[in-house]
């Protein structure tokens, strides 16, 4: 089992920056990989990034591929986004969740699927304006 608590939303202007960060607990944080999705009302959660237990292998969704970078700190117990360019089109609740296993998964939809998993934090809300 493993808690998950982000922070770090914000309002910013669209070209700003922002740096998520996903808190750990109760388990030994290398050993999951780690993703980030983000969610608008009245749509579904979408995929953002992954990130394996050591941090040496990330994968994007091209919505954000080139802006945001997925990192992390296991001696800190942590994950972070770190978005950058940022358009109105990103605006939304931001997420991590994560699945016991270190290595990504060889199939993008499997990485990409919410349902893949089963631990989740509260949530941090980004406002990006025109």
């Known amino acids: 089992q493993v808690q998950l608590v982000e922070s770090g939303g914000g309002s910013v202007v669209a070209g700003d920056s922002l740096r998520l960060s996903c808190a750990a607990s109760?388990?030994?944080?290398?050993?999951?990989?780690t993703a980030w999705f983000r969610e608008v009302p009245g749509k579904e959660r979408e995929f953002v990034s992954i990130?394996?237990?050591?941090?040496?292998?990330?994968f994007y969704a091209r919505s954000v591929q080139g802006r945001f970078t997925a990192s992390r700190d296991n001696a800190k117990n942590s994950v972070y986004l770190t978005m950058n360019s940022l358009k109105p089109e990103d605006t939304a609740t931001y997420y991590c969740?994560?699945?016991?296993?270190?290595?990504?998964?060889?199939?993008?939809?499997?990485?990409?699927?919410?349902?893949?998993?089963?631990?989740w934090g509260q949530g941090t809300l980004v406002t990006v304006s025109s």
């Open positions: 969740a994560a699945v016991l296993g270190a290595v990504l998964p060889p199939s993008s939809r499997s990485r990409s699927n919410p349902d893949s998993y089963p631990f």
């Open positions: 109760g388990s030994t944080f290398s050993n999951y990989r």
């Open positions: 990130i394996s237990g050591s941090g040496a292998a990330t």
